[in-house]
Every structure is written in structure tokens, then in C-alpha cells.
């Protein structure tokens, strides 16, 4: 993968770590901001738990793939994200949640870089 490539494929990852450690200092700053209110009690404890989780691992997924030069942790980012854009649908689809175009439309540009990344790993590594 060339430089440039991994830059790119690092601005996502950046993104999604900062976004990650804001459930866990800033939640009620960050929960707005992907359209939800901030829960209490302990569903807020899994809103912080589990999103602040998600986004700090799809991040992890993306720096190791891009510092290792291994496709499968590139791959992992792409099925965490890949899932995330098609539950987002079936949760419009099934439960008449509002369809969440752009956050969609993010999920699955970025889920195509990091399969377009990737396969721009020498298959020797």
C-alpha cells in the first residue's frame, strides 16, 4: 500500500478513535451529534460502553492494518463498518427508523476504501 493510501485510509481511522474516546469523556457532546439523546442509568452505561467500544476498535482494525501491512485486520474495519450500514438499513427497512442517508453513505464509502486498501497489500504479508 503507498504512502498516500495510508493516509487516507488514516483519516477514518483518526476520526472514529476521536470519536470513540469522546464517549467516554464528552458523552453528552457526542450523542447529539450522531442523532440520539444521551441516555441515563444503565443505558447509559451501555450507549458509552458500547459505542465508545465500537468506534475505538474499528479505529485499532484500521491503524493495525495500516502499521502491520496485514489486510485481515483492514478487513475486520470493513465488516464492523459494512454491518453497521446494513443494521442501519434493516433498522428503517423492519422498525420504521428514519433511513440515515449520510450516515450510511459514510459507513459504506469508507467500508469500500478499506477493502480498496486492502487489496493494495502485497499478498507476501
Same mark, same amino acid.
Request: net charge negative; charged share 5%.
Given at each position: 500500500m503507498n504512502k498516500i493510501l495510508r493516509v487516507v485510509v488514516a483519516?477514518?481511522?483518526?476520526?472514529?478513535?476521536?470519536?470513540?474516546?469522546?464517549?467516554?469523556?464528552a458523552p453528552a457532546g457526542m450523542a447529539p451529534e450522531l442523532g440520539m439523546p444521551l441516555l441515563e442509568g444503565a443505558a &447509559?452505561?451501555?450507549?458509552?460502553?458500547? #459505542? %465508545?467500544?465500537?468506534?475505538v476498535a474499528l479505529s485499532c482494525y484500521i491503524l493495525i492494518g495500516i502499521i502491520t501491512q496485514k489486510r485481515s485486520w &483492514?478487513?475486520?474495519?470493513?465488516?464492523? #463498518? %459494512?454491518l453497521a450500514a446494513t443494521f442501519r438499513s434493516l433498522a428503517w427497512l423492519?422498525?420504521?427508523?428514519?433511513?440515515?442517508a449520510?450516515?450510511?453513505?459514510?459507513?459504506?464509502?469508507?467500508?469500500v476504501l478499506l477493502l480498496f486498501?486492502?487489496?493494495r497489500?502485497?499478498?507476501e504479508n
Open positions: 483519516l477514518p481511522a483518526i476520526l472514529f478513535m476521536v470519536m470513540g474516546i469522546r464517549w467516554v469523556v &447509559l452505561s451501555t450507549q458509552v460502553g458500547d #459505542l %465508545g467500544a465500537f468506534f &483492514l478487513y475486520a474495519g470493513a465488516l464492523l #463498518l %459494512g423492519l422498525h420504521g427508523a428514519s433511513f440515515a449520510e450516515s450510511i453513505a459514510v459507513e459504506v464509502v469508507v467500508t486498501a486492502a487489496s497489500i502485497s499478498t
